[in-house]
Antibody
């Protein structure tokens, strides 16, 4: 059974750095073709893909936020970490961790994690 | 503004069919057969319903089908059921630089 779960701070202040952790089970990020990443959804708005890391450590970022994002993995602990610098209230959103395992798109998702940016 | 354009809302009665369109460009939908669709109920995580335009993950009913023509992909739900009422998002691969783009979402109401 494949599961993913997001964790991190629920509240961050403007200009601070957000660090989110995705802990997963049921698959390995060392398996060819597998990837894990992050997608966010502001309240009442659409999904927005942010970043993904592949089994071979290749990394992809949304161009508009690339300078603020860093994604890393720890395959021994089955986790993926996303950092986003210089947080702003517009970054308030539910952040989802998702994987590409058996399909060519995001086939497994975590329950989501609400992050609020406010002073 | 989302990279892919979807109608804000669609509706249908139980048993009917509805189609949701997803219009992109020659750089995303038109360039790759990596269009996927997600169902999202309120307060829940999205669920993959279709990928590679037409493929259904295990457990997704065959009432859900997909197609693509040019820069527009479509999701068709036949035999509408009350539990199909949800938001639906399309997504397309857009190349190694942009990677993935989503649509703005469509709210499906089952009358």
């Amino acid at each position: 059974q494949i599961t993913l779960k997001e964790s991190g701070p629920t509240l961050v202040k403007p200009t601070q750095t957000l660090t989110l952790t995705c802990t997963f089970s049921g698959f390995s990020l060392t398996t060819s073709g597998v990837s894990v990443g992050w997608i966010r959804q502001p309240p009442g708005k659409a999904l927005e893909w942010l970043a993904f890391i592949y089994w071979d450590d290749d990394k992809r970022y949304i161009p508009s936020l690339k300078r603020r994002l860093t994604i890393t993995k720890d395959t021994s602990k089955n986790l993926v970490v996303l950092t986003m610098t210089n947080m702003d209230p517009v970054d308030s959103a539910t952040y989802y961790c998702a994987s590409i395992v058996g399909a060519t798109s995001f086939d497994y998702w975590g329950p989501g994690f609400l992050v609020t940016v406010s002073s | 503004q989302s990279a892919l354009t979807q109608p804000r809302s669609v509706s249908g009665s139980p048993g009917q069919s509805v189609t949701i369109s997803c219009t992109g460009t020659s750089s995303n939908v038109g360039a790759y057969n990596y269009v996927s669709w997600y169902q999202q109920h309120p307060g829940k995580a999205p669920k993959l319903m279709l990928y590679d335009v037409t493929k259904r993950p295990s457990g997704v009913p065959d009432r859900f089908s997909g197609s693509k023509s040019g820069n527009t992909a479509s999701l068709t739900i036949s035999g509408l059921q009350a539990e199909d009422e949800a938001d639906y998002y399309c997504c397309s691969y857009a190349g190694s630089y942009t990677s993935w783009v989503f649509g703005g979402g469509t709210k499906l109401t089952v009358l």
